[in-house]
């Protein structure tokens, strides 16, 4: 069963567009939304995260925002470069639980100059 | 303060032979995961571990791999027996009591020929 679906599996821009990048989730006790960007040969590295209780959150140039009555959190990248052409994952994990980190498939962006 | 420390970064073992993983969590850390990836895909969930405890082993095959994280030192994870559909990238993250940020190694890409 999987408890976050992201979408979509892959996702071409041009440089200065602004890709979305869209999670669901299920478990109503999650509560701590975090994104990771992997890219080739590296591990994921975590990029911005979220709670709950705000419905959206700016770092630099990535974005989340964040609804809770939907169970939908979404990413956005302002001004996106070719270097940000990687991979993107969303997670979700219940705090202070015994609870794994649950992640989505995965996003392949790809910016064209 | 270091990072996530995995070793080693490539691994390269005959079928039947034994694979060895090492993590070593950030400082204060106590909370460590592991998961596999294969090329082009996401990144699935293996085992949870505390210090000394298992707490959620479910994404685990049920043969030939264990893990442990003991008390001192870093967190092992073990195949026995190696077969070719285990090569893979193998990726640790760990976090803390307080926090729920979770961070990753720069993971061990193992080839089994």
């Known amino acids: 069963q999987q408890q976050v679906k992201q979408s979509p599996q892959s996702l071409i821009v041009q440089k200065g567009g602004i890709p979305i990048i869209n999670c669901a989730y299920e478990?109503?006790?999650?509560?701590?939304f975090p994104w990771y960007q992997q890219f080739p040969g590296k591990g994921p590295a975590l990029l911005i995260a979220i709670r709950p209780d705000v419905s959206e959150k700016k770092e630099g140039r990535f974005t989340i925002s964040f609804n809770k009555s939907a169970k939908q959190f979404s990413l956005h990248i302002m001004d996106s470069q070719p270097g940000d052409s990687a991979t993107y994952f969303c997670a979700a994990v219940t705090q202070g639980g015994s609870e794994k980190l649950v992640f989505g498939k995965g996003t392949k962006l790809t910016v064209n100059p | 303060n270091a990072g996530v420390m995995q070793n080693p970064r490539h691994l390269v073992r005959r079928r039947g032979q034994e694979a060895r993983l090492r993590c070593s969590p950030m400082?204060?850390?106590?909370?460590v995961y592991w998961y596999r990836q294969l090329p082009e895909e996401g990144l699935k969930f293996m085992v949870y571990?505390?210090?000394?405890?298992?707490?959620?082993e479910s994404g685990m095959p049920k043969e030939r791999f264990s893990a442990e994280f003991p008390k001192e030192g870093p967190s092992i994870l073990r195949i026995q027996q190696v077969v070719r559909g285990d090569s893979a990238a193998y990726f640790c993250?760990?976090?803390?009591?307080?926090?729920?940020?979770?961070?990753f190694g720069q993971g061990t890409r193992l080839t089994v020929v």
């Open positions: 478990n109503t006790a999650f509560d701590y």
């Open positions: 993250a760990s976090s803390s009591d307080t926090l729920p940020e979770a961070f």
């Open positions: 400082k204060g850390h106590s909370h």
């Open positions: 571990l505390q210090k000394e405890n298992i707490i959620d």
